[in-house]
């Protein structure tokens, strides 16, 4: 085909909705100033565990402007069972129901909401409510807790438990070399820099139009309808802007609940945002402690892995993650004993954060590596190309590519890794100790069924839609691409909408898989389009494409040609105003797509990167400095690589901060995490971050999809903060197994 | 068994305060409105002027994704009550340049990709306008440690940089001309993103 001019896929465009968001006329969930509107303030529980036993509304409903405070003595009967409050990643378990009883089962628990007429009114009135409690004894400290720990079900939708293979205690025995050890992290916090809200229109009977800050528009939807009886149309949820979301919009949060249920029984418009203070009151990437132990041969092969994790969940549900089941598949060994179980604490249950399960497996995974590294006496990249596997041993498939080696050595060769000198303590910058450590991950490259529209109208503008979201991922920017490429439109002449519930149905933003689920789907709809449009042009008698299949045409410059010879073209605007519609239209069919997930894969579909960091220490002070990283990731095609960049960028600024500042610190003695704000809570700022270099090594995938693209939302992530932490080590010759790697560690 | 109590007022609550007029010259528009005087700047932009290009993001001071230009300076306007710039010049991103006439940092941070989700987006222009107008930022580290006042959770610090960068060269405020290696993996190597001239 020849595109020239409007081949988009794989080039660097700048974001199309970047002109919207620097002027600031992108519209967030809380920035929807509907006439009419009040204001909702929460009040959170101080205490832990235990019940409400007095509220006194009273003093607050005397103040002029305040119009109702909902608790658990006033909301009104709503849907009975569980599964009516279940989103679409809810885990096992029984989902808390916001203002459903006395019951307190975590700190900053929403007790009541004080709704009115502005906001400053709300936050005041919340301030001064009467609240008493009995509180009795909670438990949060995962360590104490072990010898309770349980394996969990099957937990939560694509969570696989951790298969063992192969005989460990033989491999171990069989080992000439070992190493073992413990690894924990703290909580961690998404804290994305849009605190949740959402705005509920009332525009009567009912009828709601509700602009929520979510990961996916459907599950907040069908959230609502449920709890709240209400139909499609009376709940039509609005995300065209979200301001971050990690993972945390991906369930529903309680303001989307408190906010529809004071509209509802106030018959009013209704904004309900939380504070980042109770940004902290819900999901969490989980508190894990983790346990690896390996082994290899004279030759530095492994011969055994043993990697067994315990995180926490709540007291009402099980939530689970694939925290040790990428060690049964990164390496080859064929001795493999992994295992996960769970401790119920007096918490919010943990939430999908950013490459849940496997950012935390890789920490304990790839420390662990440079550990065995040393102990067998190798570069810790010489010792993985070593173990490197080439056919998927957890699944038992091959693998449907796998350019890992060319991310080692890209990313060695870009790094200068081969002057690397082994010995701790070795490499000094004037009086700085240099520390080089490197590390590495491998992620799903996933696929959900997801629906697109094309509609081309009779100005021949092409409008691609679906109710699929952008957290600043670049949908917007990467569906408009691929669709402005499929139909031979300029960007210009292609507008991509999302975010409504009203628009064709999409999975939730998650999982890396946005890419590869819209985007195929995108060239599913162009591509129906196309069909229906040379249709047109058989029925306009245009001799040209009489007995023209498909296959014989090409979209290009604005027409529909024949691709033997391009001068036989029809402009595609005429098309649709030949036809006296307003618009010719077409969606493509998920039937396959559904299929294809019931069916057992035929390969391994995986993402992988590699990831060399460089850090400075203060020998004196042990202050760290991440002067230096390179990231190489294999992805699969690269849509965007501007965009893609970014998401590495991003990716490798989070593992700086899991590995030196990010813990959301619970104070025990109140069952609360006390660094609740962006002052205590620490993650990166300008002056923390230094040269990032990211390589997108070349990796061409015809089985993963038909655009061969993997997703990059995560696995950017992965190593990153072993890596630093092994610079650490290579530098000072302290190992830290407690991450973050604080001064206090290392002095 | 413990007993809490939340909010423990021996009293009733005191009385409201009443609403007073407050004049704001925001982005060379006069407006007037009737707010209680313990209104922020920021939610009298965002709650009561519909100006919601503003963010909010912690409404303590601490991320900067609410900063707005106060005669020229750089504020957290979560942390000013609206009736205190009564006689003051407000700027906020819709007064530095609009979707069709974007100001030069608008137009760096669209060009190097130096945001994600938007969100942290305008405070760090209005941030980067307000390091502008000081005129103290010369070199590359200064810009990182003078632009470290606004948090960007998606991490787009390195592109935020190479956008601030841009501009600054672009009107001859750098240093030396070796300042830039925004993006470099070592000093051997040439930038990623060299300015543009």
Known sequence: MSHHTTDYIGKPTNRVDGPAKVAGTAKYAAEFNVPNLLYGYVVSSPIAKGKITKIDAAPVLALPGVHQVFSHENVPSLAWLDRSYKDDVAPGGSPFRPLHDAEIKFSLQPVALVVADTFELARYAASILHIEYEEVAHETELAKHLDEAYEPGRGKTGYKPPKSRGNFGKGWKEGVAHMEAQYSHHAQHHNPMEMFASTVEWLGDKNLNIYDKTQGAFNSQQYVMKIFGLSKDQARVISKYTGGGFGSGLRPQYQLFLAVLASLELQRSVRVSLTREQMFSFGHRPETLQHVALATAADGSLTGINHVAVAETSQFEDFTENVVGWSGTLYDCQNVELGYRLSKLDVFSPLDMRAPGAASGSIALEIAMDEMAYAAGLDPLEFRIRNYSDFDQAQNLPYSSKALRKCYAEGAAKFGWEKRTAEPGSMKDGNLLVGWGMGGGIWDASKMPATVKASLDADGHLTVSSGTNDIGTGTYTIMTQIAAQSMGLPLEAVTFVLGDTTLPQSPLQGGSWTAASVGNSVVEACSKLGEALLKQAQQMDHPAFKDAKIEDVEFANGQLRLRADDTQAVVLRDLVQASGEPKIEAENSTVLAKLEMLKPPKYSMHAHNAVFVEVKVDPELMTVHVTRVVNAVAAGRILNPKTARSQVLGSVVWGISSALMEESVMDHRFGRYMNHNYAEYHVPVNADIHDIDVVFVSEEDDKVNPLGVKGLGEVGLLGVAAAVANAIYHATGKRVRDLPVTIDKLL | ?197
């Open chain 2, 1 to 197: 068994m413990s007993h809490v109590t939340q909010a423990p007022l021996g009293r009733p609550p005191v009385a409201l305060a009443p609403t007073q007029t407050v004049r704001l010259n925001i982005n060379g528009q006069a407006h007037t409105l009737q707010i209680a005087p313990w209104t922020t700047l920021l939610d009298a932009l965002r709650e009561y002027l519909d100006l919601t290009g503003t963010k909010k993001g912690c409404d303590h001071g601490q991320c900067g994704a609410c900063t707005v230009l106060v005669d020229g300076k750089r504020i957290n306007s979560c942390l000013s009550l609206a009736v205190m710039h009564e006689d003051s010049h407000i700027q906020t991103i819709e007064g530095l340049g609009t979707e069709d006439k974007l100001s030069p940092l608008q137009q760096a941070f669209i060009d190097h990709d130096a945001f994600q989700c938007g969100y942290c987006t305008p405070g760090q222009i209005c941030s980067a306008q307000g390091l502008l107008n000081e005129g103290k930022a010369k070199t590359e580290a200064q810009v990182r440690e003078l632009m470290s006042g606004n948090v960007c959770r998606c991490g787009a610090y390195s592109n935020i940089l190479s956008a601030v960068m841009e501009v600054l060269n672009n009107e001859g405020l750098l240093i030396e001309d070796n300042a830039w290696s925004a993006g470099a993996a070592n000093q051997d190597m040439p930038p990623v993103e060299p300015p543009k001239k």
